[in-house]
């Protein structure tokens, strides 16, 4: 079992920046591994939303919604994701999720708690 405990969600202006964090309890992007972490987000009422993903390799996938706003990346030996958000805009109000996947033998995923990113017009 894998936790993903989040930090950095905040209130902001729109216009303004956020850095989220978030940590996993062992090491996910190892060397060889087809494994992968990245960052969702959900607003009420909506389904669940990829944001940016990277992989061990360093290898991103963004939403077309926060491309050239955002910058995902990571600390593997600190076993971190990052997600670093420019130019926010109230549209990106959402609790935001980090998420970490592996891939072996199965398939195993998992969330963290959540943390909430409101922009304010």
């Known amino acids: 079992q894998v936790q993903l405990v989040e930090s950095g969600g905040g209130l902001v202006q729109a216009g303004g920046s956020l850095r989220l964090s978030c940590e996993a309890s062992?090491?996910?992007?190892?060397?060889?591994?087809?494994?992968?972490m990245g960052w969702y987000r959900q607003t009420p009422g909506a389904q669940r939303e990829l944001v940016a993903t990277?992989?061990?390799?360093?290898?991103?996938d963004y939403a077309d919604f926060v491309k050239d706003r955002f910058t995902i990346f990571r600390d593997t030996a600190k076993n971190t994701v990052s997600l670093r958000m420019n130019d926010l805009i109230p549209e990106d109000t959402a609790v935001y999720y980090c998420?970490?996947?592996?891939?072996?033998?199965?398939?195993?995923?998992?969330w963290g708690q959540g943390t909430q990113v409101t922009v304010s017009s």
């Open positions: 998420y970490a996947i592996e891939v072996d033998d199965k398939v195993s995923e998992y």
């Open positions: 062992k090491s996910i992007l190892r060397v060889f591994s087809r494994n992968k």
């Open positions: 990277i992989d061990r390799l360093g290898n991103t």
